[in-house]
T-cell receptor, first 114, second 116 residues
Framework: AQKITQTQPGMFVQEKEAVTLDCTYD???????LFWYKQPSSGEMIFLIY??????QNATEGRYSLNFQKARKSANLVISASQLGDSAMYFCAMREMGGNQFYFGTGTSLTVIP | DGGITQSPKYLFRKEGQNVTLSCEQNLNHDAMYWYRQDPGQGLRLIYYSQIVNDFQKGDIAEGYSVSREKKESFPLTVTSAQKNPTAFYLC???????????????FGPGTRLTVL
């Protein structure tokens, strides 16, 4: 089974609007971390936000927030007030406390329309 | 400035030749990783290393080899046994290799390898 599933291959959003990128995960480890990365066309992976499985609050970092629904095993990324520079690939990832690997989804391509 | 460097950014090689991709970090991170990314795809783990002189195979290790002689360096060799080596290669590191912490990975700028 896939550890991380991103079901939206491509998304479009109007500039200044908010957008939600979906991510669901699969683990039996009670302790894990969830990550979102941005990959612009240059190729470098940029860390955006982290959510721990025991965190009570949803993580926020500037315009990025993580909608964490533990029971549904979902960790959606919300980008508010989209900017043209937000156009990129976005990857959801997970690391289980009991393991050494990071598991990545297949990514969502976001295009911000002026 | 702390970070991860990969060189070169673009690499061209003839089929049948081995090639080594460099990855250096000055973040004092224990763990280092190599990923392969094909167009339109996610990241697939090739090898990772938790400490010096130790490394483990990832999901697609066949045709690749690594070494970890120094904490800062984790070079990847793409051998002639790798059937389709043309891809984008990303190196990453994270602070801790212990199972009691969940630390994010930080990535280098990547090397785009083309085998002619």
């Amino acid at each position: 089974a896939q550890k991380i599933t991103q079901t939206q291959p491509g998304m479009f959003v109007q500039e200044k609007e908010a957008v939600t990128l979906d991510c669901t995960y699969d683990t039996s480890d009670p302790s894990y971390g969830l990550f979102w990365y941005k990959q612009p066309s240059s190729g470098e992976m940029i860390f955006l936000i982290y959510q721990g499985s025991y965190d009570q609050q949803n993580a926020t970092e500037g315009r990025y927030s993580l909608n964490f629904q533990k029971a549904r095993k979902s960790a959606n990324l919300v980008i508010s007030a989209s900017q043209l520079g937000d156009s990129a690939m976005y990857f959801c990832a997970m690391r289980e406390m009991g393991g050494n690997q990071f598991y990545f989804g297949t990514g969502t391509s976001l295009t911000v329309i002026p | 400035d702390g970070g991860i460097t990969q060189s070169p950014k673009y690499l061209f090689r003839k089929e049948g030749q081995n090639v080594t991709l460099s990855c250096e970090q000055n973040l004092n991170h224990d763990a280092m990783y190599w990923y392969r990314q094909d167009p339109g795809q996610g990241l697939r783990l090739i090898y990772y290393s938790q400490i010096v002189n130790d490394f483990q195979k990832g999901d697609i290790a066949e045709g690749y080899s690594v070494s970890r002689e120094k904490k800062e360096s984790f070079p990847l060799t793409v051998t002639s046994a790798q059937k389709n080596p043309t891809a984008f290669y990303l190196c990453a590191s994270s602070i801790s290799a212990t199972v009691y912490r969940t630390d994010t990975q930080y990535f280098g700028p990547g090397t785009r390898l083309t085998v002619l």
